[in-house]
Each structure stands twice: as structure tokens, then as C-alpha cells.
């Protein structure tokens, strides 16, 4: 047998590598959101990474795309549930998948944010975490998307009869179409990347979105009135494929919820700020603001809360009867 006598650097390396306690496999997961920088989400997502890389040591950390860049919400959550995608933030396209999560966006079934707070850490949450991880999908963070609001470049918004006749972009949704064309409006789908161009064009007259949106989105170039009618709460899924989820060590799955946390409590932060800062800016920009008759609409809405909750299955019907149980 020959022996080899190995150079005293390569000794000294050996040594090195065997003395080396086992690691924990790094993962960088990318993250598609729909809005820019300035969104809720965006901002929320990166809080998330902060807290993640800190509580992992780096050794889990997410690659942010803004603007759709992997795809839009429909798509998204497709590619999450097929595993090509890791993370996603989804608002309204979530139905899609779980059309029993339209209750969350029934009119006005959201009294406030303390209201939402209650509701997502008690038992309605529950209840949505099992309808999505039955999905493969992982909900990370409920996080805000804001209460949505009325932009048009036709008239004010103070009642819902005044909608009547105004083109209005929704989301993917078949309910919220189904909320606007109770309220008198003509609404239709379309992918909020396009959204600044159809009202640039006329090929809508107004749209609904939080104002955090108005602002990021400069829909205020294109719209002249802005109607605060509050009419619902955007609950943000921040979701990851759970398959990715449980190929983390049980102390990074726990680092991923810790940082979902984090990120839900910001994203609160960020759309209370938003509400009291953003209204003023869209004035200053020219939009004309009102306050829309929340009676009128909160009336106008209960026949829809009816008609949705006959559609859907039973699991429907009690997740609208947890959240309005949770009402402080």
C-alpha cells in the first residue's frame, strides 16, 4: 500500500470540515406580490424577510417580486399549489380556490380592525387555515390590505344608487361583481396590472381599492372623486406552499410564523398610517372626497350577505357566523 503524506494546508483543512458541527440546509424562497414598493403588502413582505433572515441567521431569507412580476394572483396561487412558486400574497382571487373565503369579503362584515384582529385570531381563523392547507397552501399572515374605497371619474359616491350606470374594474371575484351590480354599477373583472390603463382610456369609469393603492398606483392621474364608503376589509393572504413549509426544521417553521406575526402586526401599522395620511395627499393631488352614507350602503348589502351564503357550501355560512361572533 502506498501512503500519501498530504501537504500541511490540507491537513489543516480536514481537520477543519470534520470538526464542523452538521448545519441546517439554507432556502431562499421567491415571494410574487401585485402591488409595487409603496404597497401594503410589499412593505409588509419585507418586514417578514427582515425577521425571517434575523430569527434563521440567514439561513432561510425570501426574494421579493413586485408588480405581478412572476405572474398574476390566479396564476400565482396555481403555481404555488403545483409547487412552482413558493410564496404569494393574494386578496380577493383567493375564492378562486376557496370560494368559502368570500365571506371574509362580504360588505361590511368587518366592523373595524379590532374586530378583524379577533376574528383571525380566534376561531375564524382556525377555520381558514384548514380550508387553505387542505389546498396546499400554508397561510403565513393574515395581513392588511385596508378597507377598500370608490374612485371614479363620473360623480360622487354617497349612496348606491349613485353607481348606477358607472363601469366599475373588480377583482377576479364573482362576488364582489355580484356586490357592484347589486349596487347599480356595471362591473367586470380585470387584472390589476391593467387597471391604470382602462381608467386612462375610459374603458372603466371607477374602480374600489384601499387608498394606500390610490396613492402607490398614482389612480389619482386618472380618477377625479374618491367616495370613503369603507364598504370592506381586504384581508392580504400571505401564503406559502406547505410543502416548502414542512421541508423546514420544526425551529424555521416557528422563525416563519414568528415572522408572520411580525409582518401582520406591520401591515396594521402601515394601513392605519395610510387612512390617516393618504386622504389629504389625494387632495392635494385634486380628487374631491366625500364621505359616503355608510347606513345607506350597510342596508343596501344585507340581501347579498343572503343570496352569496345560499350559493356556497355550509362551511359558508359558519365562517360568516365566527367573524360576526368575534365582534367586539
Given at each position: 500500500?502506498?501512503?500519501r503524506i498530504l501537504?500541511?494546508p490540507a491537513?489543516v483543512?480536514?481537520?477543519?470540515a470534520?470538526?464542523?458541527?452538521?448545519?441546517?440546509?439554507?432556502?431562499t424562497?421567491?415571494a410574487?406580490m401585485?402591488?409595487?414598493e409603496?404597497s401594503i403588502?410589499?412593505?409588509?413582505v419585507e418586514r417578514f424577510?427582515e425577521?425571517?433572515?434575523?430569527?434563521?441567521?440567514g439561513a432561510v431569507?425570501?426574494?421579493?417580486f413586485?408588480?405581478?412580476?412572476l405572474?398574476?394572483q390566479?396564476?400565482?396561487?396555481e403555481?404555488?399549489?403545483t409547487g412552482l412558486l413558493d410564496?404569494?400574497?393574494?386578496?380577493?382571487?383567493?375564492?378562486?380556490?376557496?370560494?368559502?373565503?368570500?365571506?371574509?369579503?362580504?360588505?361590511y362584515?368587518?366592523?373595524?380592525?379590532?374586530h378583524?384582529?379577533?376574528a383571525m385570531?380566534?376561531?375564524?381563523g382556525?377555520?381558514?387555515?384548514e380550508m387553505l392547507?387542505?389546498k396546499?397552501l400554508?397561510?403565513v399572515a393574515f395581513?392588511e390590505?385596508?378597507?377598500?374605497q370608490?374612485?371614479?371619474?363620473?360623480r360622487?359616491?354617497?349612496?348606491?344608487?349613485?353607481?348606477?350606470?358607472?363601469k366599475?374594474?373588480?377583482?377576479g371575484?364573482a362576488l364582489?361583481?355580484?356586490i357592484?351590480n347589486?349596487?347599480?354599477?356595471n362591473a367586470s373583472p380585470?387584472?390589476?396590472?391593467?387597471?391604470y390603463?382602462?381608467?386612462?382610456?375610459?374603458v372603466f369609469?371607477?374602480q374600489?381599492?384601499p387608498?394606500?393603492?390610490v396613492?402607490?398606483q398614482?389612480f389619482?392621474?386618472v380618477?377625479?372623486y374618491?367616495?370613503?364608503?369603507?364598504h370592506?376589509?381586504?384581508?392580504?393572504y400571505l401564503l406559502?406552499n406547505d410543502?416548502?413549509?414542512?421541508?423546514?426544521?420544526?425551529?424555521?417553521?416557528?422563525?416563519?410564523?414568528e415572522?408572520g406575526d411580525?409582518?401582520?402586526?406591520?401591515?396594521v401599522?402601515?394601513?392605519?398610517?395610510?387612512d390617516?395620511e393618504?386622504?389629504?395627499?389625494?387632495?392635494?393631488q385634486?380628487?374631491?372626497?366625500n364621505e359616503?352614507?355608510i347606513?345607506a350602503?350597510?342596508?343596501?348589502?344585507?340581501?347579498i350577505?343572503?343570496e352569496?351564503a345560499?350559493?356556497?357550501p355550509?362551511a359558508a355560512q359558519?365562517?360568516?357566523d365566527?367573524?360576526?361572533?368575534?365582534?367586539?
Amino acid at each position: 500500500m502506498i501512503y500519501r503524506i498530504l501537504p500541511i494546508p490540507a491537513i489543516v483543512a480536514i481537520c477543519g470540515a470534520l470538526s464542523l458541527p452538521a448545519t441546517a440546509q439554507e432556502h431562499t424562497f421567491k415571494a410574487n406580490m401585485p402591488g409595487n414598493e409603496q404597497s401594503i403588502a410589499y412593505q409588509s413582505v419585507e418586514r417578514f424577510n427582515e425577521v425571517l433572515t434575523e430569527l434563521t441567521a440567514g439561513a432561510v431569507e425570501i426574494n421579493l417580486f413586485a408588480n405581478s412580476a412572476l405572474g398574476d394572483q390566479e396564476s400565482s396561487l396555481e403555481s404555488m399549489q403545483t409547487g412552482l412558486l413558493d410564496m404569494a400574497t393574494v386578496e380577493t382571487p383567493i375564492t378562486s380556490v376557496v370560494p368559502e373565503l368570500g365571506a371574509t369579503a362580504l360588505p361590511y362584515i368587518f366592523s373595524g380592525r379590532d374586530h378583524v384582529k379577533a376574528a383571525m385570531d380566534g376561531d375564524a381563523g382556525k377555520m381558514i387555515e384548514e380550508m387553505l392547507l387542505n389546498k396546499g397552501l400554508r397561510p403565513v399572515a393574515f395581513l392588511e390590505g385596508g378597507f377598500r374605497q370608490i374612485t371614479n371619474d363620473v360623480r360622487p359616491i354617497n349612496v348606491p344608487a349613485d353607481l348606477e350606470g358607472i363601469k366599475m374594474r373588480t377583482p377576479g371575484s364573482a362576488l364582489r361583481i355580484k356586490i357592484f351590480n347589486h349596487y347599480g354599477a356595471n362591473a367586470s373583472p380585470l387584472p390589476f396590472s391593467e387597471l391604470y390603463s382602462a381608467l386612462q382610456t375610459g374603458v372603466f369609469d371607477g374602480q374600489e381599492n384601499p387608498v394606500i393603492w390610490v396613492q402607490s398606483q398614482r389612480f389619482y392621474e386618472v380618477q377625479d372623486y374618491l367616495s370613503l364608503t369603507n364598504h370592506l376589509y381586504s384581508v392580504t393572504y400571505l401564503l406559502m406552499n406547505d410543502d416548502k413549509f414542512q421541508n423546514l426544521t420544526g425551529e424555521q417553521q416557528q422563525a416563519v410564523m414568528e415572522a408572520g406575526d411580525a409582518a401582520e402586526a406591520y401591515s396594521v401599522e402601515l394601513g392605519t398610517k395610510a387612512d390617516a395620511e393618504i386622504v389629504g395627499f389625494l387632495v392635494e393631488q385634486g380628487m374631491q372626497v366625500n364621505e359616503a352614507d355608510i347606513t345607506a350602503f350597510t342596508d343596501a348589502s344585507s340581501a347579498i350577505w343572503t343570496e352569496w351564503a345560499a350559493e356556497q357550501p355550509a362551511a359558508a355560512q359558519e365562517l360568516i357566523d365566527a367573524i360576526v361572533a368575534a365582534r367586539p
